[in-house]
Nanobody, 126 residues
Framework: QVQLVESGGGSVQAGDSLSLSCVASGRALRTYTVGWFRQSPGKDREFVAAIRRTNSNPYYGDSVKGRFTMSRDNAKNTVYLQMNSLKPEDTALYYC???????????????????WGQGTQVTVSS
């Protein structure tokens, strides 16, 4: 079983950048598909990005494509989310999630992930 801890959130101005980290413990993160999701009050959890365990190419949600970059460092058991050109609508609690095996069509669905971190808050003001 893997444990996930996110960090790097904060309060920034529109147009600024932030880098989130998700550190795993308990098991090697390279054996998991890892995703980033976000949730704002009153809204469903939204897919942000994911990297499958068998493929190093990330997949992105439409709202962040071209602005966010997800990467993984297996040696550090860590995944990252570099967020550029932040907008007020990016304000949310950001979660890291992992699952041992997801097919491509399941990557964007939060309920398919078994393991979750506690989240890190990102607030973007205009």
């Amino acid at each position: 079983q893997v444990q996930l801890v996110e960090s790097g959130g904060g309060s920034v101005q529109a147009g600024d950048s932030l880098s989130l980290s998700c550190v795993a413990s308990g098991r090697a993160l390279r054996t998991y598909t890892v995703g980033w999701f976000r949730q704002s009050p009153g809204k469903d959890r939204e897919f942000v990005a994911a990297i499958r365990r068998t493929n190093s190419n990330p997949y992105y949600g439409d709202s962040v494509k071209g602005r966010f970059t997800m990467s993984r460092d297996n040696a550090k058991n860590t995944v990252y989310l570099q967020m550029n050109s932040l907008k007020p609508e990016d304000t949310a609690l950001y979660y890291c999630a992992a699952d041992e095996g997801l097919i491509l069509s399941s990557l964007r669905t939060a309920s398919h992930y078994d393991y979750w971190g506690q989240g890190t808050q990102v607030t973007v003001s205009s």
